[in-house]
């Protein structure tokens, strides 16, 4: 493994396709690093929240412009 100053790893994809396995093998071995996983976020909306789906709902189509 290459030695950084620092860097963000950003692992994406859809649902269940391991991901978060994924991700956590580096943040274990890395020396300093950080896994945050999605789910966690999702818990802190308390209301309004929704969900991402293949036929997204009209007030869902605005966050997933960029």
Known sequence: MQELGSAVVLVTGVMA????????????????????????FRRMIVSGREEFTPRPTAEATPTLAP
């Open 17 to 40: 396709a391991g991901k978060s396995t994924v991700a956590q093998l580096p943040a274990e071995r890395l020396p300093r690093s950080v896994h945050l996983r999605g789910d966690s």
